[in-house]
């Protein structure tokens, strides 16, 4: 486990933060809900297409920033089967699945998007677009 410094504006300002050894920003981000946030280590931004390539050091200094200009977000149409249903959701613009997958808790499901399923293989390089209408499955004949 390495330790870090996460400092949360708006919000609950810094605290420390445990990620497991070689963690990235995508795990920081899943871990601690920052979704939609500009992400800032040690002085330097680092665009969201970076999270999942970038580790984060011990004894870093994270800022997670809701962006004084607003953030570019884009709305889409999630349907949870089973589950709750349709909802709309709020996503950053350059949201791949695999980002939709950590923010919703959907792992383990199958993904459809616009009535084309994708393999979990490929949710890290498949952005979400606006307005895409996005199922998550439970396997019909269960879950192995």
Known sequence: MQN???VVIPGPGARSVQLPS????SDLVC???LH?????VNGQGVPASLWDSTPIS???????TGSVKGNNTQTITLVVIPGPGARSVLLPADATLSDLVCQESLHGRDIIVNGQGVPASMWGETPVTP?????ATGSVKGNS
Do not use: H, K
């Open 4 to 6: 870090l410094t996460l």
């Open 22 to 25: 070689g963690a990235t920003i």
């Open 31 to 33: 871990q601690e809900s």
């Open 36 to 40: 939609g946030r500009d992400i800032i």
């Open 58 to 64: 011990p004894n870093s200094e994270v800022f997670a």
């Open 131 to 135: 307005n895409s209408e996005i199922f």
